[in-house]
T-cell receptor, first 111, second 116 residues
Framework: DQQVKQNSPSLSVQEGRISILNCDYT??????FLWYKKYPAEGPTFLIS?????DKNEDGRFTVFLNKSAKHLSLHIVPSQPGDSAVYFC??????????FGKGTKLTVNP | GAGVSQSPSNKVTEKGKDVELRCDPI?????LYWYRQSLGQGLEFLIY????????KSGLPSDRFSAERTGGSVSTLTIQRTQQEDSAVYLC??????????????FGPGTRLTVT
């Protein structure tokens, strides 16, 4: 059973618009959440994180929102740029739990 | 500074052969992880090393898989008697701290393993 789910395998947006990537989790012990970005033939790179004591964390064009009651988090990218085109992985962990990764969402930003 | 490196970048092997994949973590990072990404799948945890503690092997899919970390630095993932379902990208990551959920993991570029 997947503990971290990214239900959209792909997303396509126009340059300049907002990209919203979603992630759901099932384990209530998770208290730390991360987003990683992966280009082809490269390893994932850390993008942004949030702990359960917050409901929002912002870093430039990237904002992560956490809704603990819904066990849902989302990554907003605004404005989206063609260089943002990549696979985005959501990951969750906490306490004695190892990081668990979702299957990823492939984002394509069209010029 | 140098990031996480992995070798080889690509490996093609025949079914039944053994393979060794190498990971050089970032210097000073005490935690090291191995993951596997099969086609269309997420990152599947395999094994975790933290300092001198016994490794967490709970993600290894079968006893054909093993890993060691020598001197708290370089790690080798060994797959014996490879099967076609072992074909995947094997990713290594390292992090500074002991708590796997609290420290950013830095990933290597991966080794793409193809078993024919």
């Amino acid at each position: 059973d997947q503990q971290v789910k990214q239900n959209s395998p792909s997303l396509s947006v126009q340059e300049g618009r907002i990209s919203i990537l979603n992630c759901d989790y099932t384990n209530s012990m998770f208290d730390y959440f991360l987003w990683y970005k992966k280009y082809p033939a490269e390893g994932p790179t850390f993008l942004i994180s949030i702990s359960s004591i917050k409901d929002k964390n912002e870093d430039g064009r990237f904002t992560v929102f956490l809704n603990k009651s819904a066990k849902h988090l989302s990554l907003h990218i605004v404005p989206s740029q063609p260089g943002d085109s990549a696979v985005y992985f959501c990951a969750a962990g906490g306490g004695s739990e190892k990081l668990v990764f979702g299957k990823g969402t492939k984002l394509t930003v069209n010029p | 500074g140098a990031g996480v490196s992995q070798s080889p970048s690509n490996k093609v092997t025949e079914k039944g052969k053994d393979v060794e994949l190498r990971c050089d973590p970032i210097s000073g990072h005490t935690a090291l992880y191995w993951y596997r990404q099969s086609l269309g799948q997420g990152l599947e945890f395999l094994i975790y090393f933290q300092g001198n503690s016994a490794p967490d092997k709970s993600g290894l899919p079968s006893d054909r898989f093993s890993a060691e970390r020598t001197g708290g630095s370089v790690s080798t993932l060994t797959i014996q008697r490879t099967q076609q379902e072992d074909s995947a990208v094997y990713l290594c990551a390292s992090s500074e701290g002991a708590d796997p959920s609290s420290y950013e993991q830095y990933f290597g570029p991966g080794t793409r393993l193809t078993v024919t």
